[in-house]
C-alpha cells in the first residue's frame, strides 16, 4: 500500500512563492501517477495538477497553468512530487492533498474513484 504525506504548506502573500512536498513511500511506488487537489473553504474538491508515473506528461488546471510546476523526484523506495507555486493569489488559498493511482486518467480525470490520499497540507495566500 502505499502512504503519501504532505508537507510545505504557510502563510504567503499575495505574488508570493511555496513548495509543496509529497513524499510517498510503499510498495511499487515508482509505478503510480500522483496528483495534487485543493479544497476551499466551501467549495468542492479541485483538481491542481498531476504528472504521470514515467515523468513524461504533466497537467495542469486552467488556473494554475504558467504559475505552478509539478515535478517528480525518485528515491531509493520513495518518491517526491513537487508543486512549486509561484505568483500565489488569495484565491489559490486551500487545504492541498496529494493522491496517488496506477492510473494517470483516475488522477486526472477520475478524482472520485482516488483511494490514495496524504491528509492535506494548508497553503493561506493574503492579500
Known amino acids: 500500500q502505499v502512504h503519501l504525506v504532505e508537507s510545505g504548506g504557510g502563510v504567503v502573500q499575495a505574488g508570493g512563492s511555496l513548495r509543496l512536498s509529497c513524499e510517498a513511500s510503499?510498495?511499487?511506488?515508482?509505478?503510480?501517477?500522483v496528483g495534487w487537489f485543493r479544497r476551499a473553504p466551501g467549495k468542492e474538491r479541485e483538481f491542481v495538477a498531476a504528472?504521470?508515473?514515467?515523468?513524461?506528461?504533466?497537467?495542469?488546471s486552467d488556473s494554475v497553468k504558467g504559475r505552478f510546476t509539478i515535478s517528480k523526484e525518485n528515491a531509493a523506495n520513495m518518491v517526491y512530487v513537487y508543486l512549486e507555486m509561484n505568483n500565489l493569489r488569495p484565491e489559490d488559498t486551500a487545504v492541498y492533498y496529494c493522491a496517488a493511482d496506477q492510473h494517470l486518467r483516475v488522477v486526472t480525470k477520475k478524482s472520485g474513484f482516488l483511494q490514495i490520499w496524504g491528509q492535506g497540507t494548508q497553503v493561506t495566500v493574503s492579500s
Open positions: 504528472i504521470s508515473w514515467s515523468e513524461d506528461n504533466t497537467y495542469y
Open positions: 510503499g510498495s511499487y511506488v515508482s509505478r503510480y501517477s
